[in-house]
């Protein structure tokens, strides 16, 4: 877990004190968005040896700006044609998430 913390506030930029709980989310708690988030997942199993397996990057982050109209509308649009699942409400994913990932190697 300590490595996962130190990795965790590296890469999203907060001070090495901050403590981390399992239930912090990285988006509300630590204030992770989509394109952090993308770069943070594309990091995480490369430096833990976790295969991504089935993970679904969508049922946790919103494309960034979808909310903002016009945007909104383009985005939905795509996000049909490209068949990508689009959750209404969408899942925290947690750092005991990611530990468990750890544990797991999945």
Do not use: C
């Amino acid at each position: 877990m300590v490595e996962l913390e130190e990795f965790i506030l590296r890469e999203v930029g907060l001070s090495p004190k901050r403590q981390l709980h399992a239930a912090n989310t990285m988006e509300d708690d630590l204030g992770m968005t989509r394109d952090d988030a993308d770069e943070f997942m594309g990091a995480f199993p490369k430096r833990f040896n976790v295969a991504p397996s089935d993970f679904d990057f969508n049922r946790y982050f919103d494309m960034e700006g979808s909310s903002i109209w016009p945007f909104s509308i383009l985005t939905n649009w795509l996000q049909r044609r490209w068949g990508i699942t689009k959750y209404e409400h969408r899942e925290a994913l947690t750092v005991g998430m990611l530990q468990r990932a750890i544990d797991l190697g999945v």
